[in-house]
Nanobody, 124 residues
Framework: QVQLVESGGGLVQAGGSLRLSCAAS????????MGWFRQAPGKGREFVAA????????IYVDSVKGRFTISRDSAKNTVHLQMNSLQPEDTAVYYC?????????????????WGQGTQVTVSS
């Protein structure tokens, strides 16, 4: 059974940092892209960041560029999202996802497996 389990969410003040982690089990994703999405209350799921199978190519939504960094440790089957300079508008449930292809992907339909999400709340 394939599982993606996120951790690291919480409550932080504006300007603070959090590091999200996603641990995969049930199969290896070393040849697949990985991504992070988020969903704020009353809004649709939004792409945040993705990393290709090798870790050499990444892509970010404009609103987090320069603040968030996605990375992966394929040996440990994990992916991380370092979030700095957090703002109230970053408040959302953050989801980890495993892609269907090796290259960076931005569309939710391109991802095959999803975690249950972790809440990130940024207070002003």
């Amino acid at each position: 059974q394939v599982q993606l389990v996120e951790s690291g969410g919480g409550l932080v003040q504006a300007g603070g940092s959090l590091r999200l982690s996603c641990a995969a089990s049930g199969r290896t994703f070393s040849r697949d892209s990985m991504g992070w999405f988020r969903q704020a209350p009353g809004k649709g799921r939004e792409f945040v960041a993705a990393i290709d199978w090798s870790g050499s190519s990444t892509i970010y939504v404009d609103s987090v560029k320069g603040r968030f960094t996605i990375s992966r440790d394929s040996a440990k089957n994990t992916v991380h999202l370092q979030m700095n300079s957090l703002q109230p508008e970053d408040t959302a449930v953050y989801y980890c996802a495993a892609g269907r292809l090796p290259t960076v992907l931005v569309e939710p339909s391109s991802y095959e497996y999803w975690g249950q999400g972790t809440q990130v709340t940024v207070s002003s």
